[in-house]
């Protein structure tokens, strides 16, 4: 009997290759238009794919590959992972300056046609929005504007609310509760009693 021959492991970067496949085939769009790519080397292609705002999961289908084994690529082989990082900044930038804009509200021209011919121009002027602006102050700066305040409440909370209530002179009666555990005590005085 031989040997069953030991499979060496590639050291070579995982590549992509354009899927001829027309049953697995996406074709790529831009605009609504759809893209001729058969001039394009496969990492021009994952740069128009990425700038053009496509999920990994549908780059990946372009190149005949499944998520994972397209994710697998990608963390094997760095000079693709960065191609794919800097292509999808182009739309995230553009996304980032769309929603800036609508944050702070913007003028606009319309154009009026009557005819195919313009007959007036208007000066339109948008309100800033309140949402785009709620979503860009939690994006940007979290800890000031996150829905959900986290408070602690520690021991040491506890007592220098109840040194300032003493120094005021309100005394237990100001915290509440009536000063904590007391009302606890008298509930347990009055079960033992009965």
């Known amino acids: 009997m031989s040997k069953p021959k030991k499979e060496k492991k590639s050291t070579k970067e995982p590549s992509l290759t354009i899927n001829d496949d027309p049953n697995q085939f996406i074709q790529p769009r831009l605009n609504g238009r759809v893209l001729d790519v058969s001039h394009l080397t496969p990492e021009d292609l994952l740069r128009v794919l990425g700038r053009s705002g496509l999920t990994n999961e549908e780059i990946a289908a372009v190149f005949g590959l499944n998520v994972d084994q397209f994710a697998y690529t990608l963390e094997n082989n760095e000079t693709l992972r960065d191609i794919l990082e ?33 007959t007036k121009i208007i000066l ?23 829905d959900t305040l986290t408070v602690q409440h520690t021991l040491r909370d506890q007592l220098d609310r109840a040194h300032r209530a003493m120094r005021s002179g309100l005394g237990p009666k100001a915290l509440p509760n009536g000063g904590g555990s007391g009302g606890e005590i008298e509930d347990a005085e009055e079960v033992g009693e009965a």
């Open 124 to 146: 339109k002027s948008i309100a800033p929005d309140v949402i785009a602006d709620i979503f860009w102050l939690k994006n940007r700066d979290p800890k000031r504007w996150r």
């Open 86 to 118: 800097e292509a999808k900044k182009v739309p995230d930038k553009a996304v980032e300056a769309a929603l800036y804009k609508r944050a702070l509200g913007y003028e606009t021209r319309e154009i009026h046609k009557v005819h195919g011919k313009p």
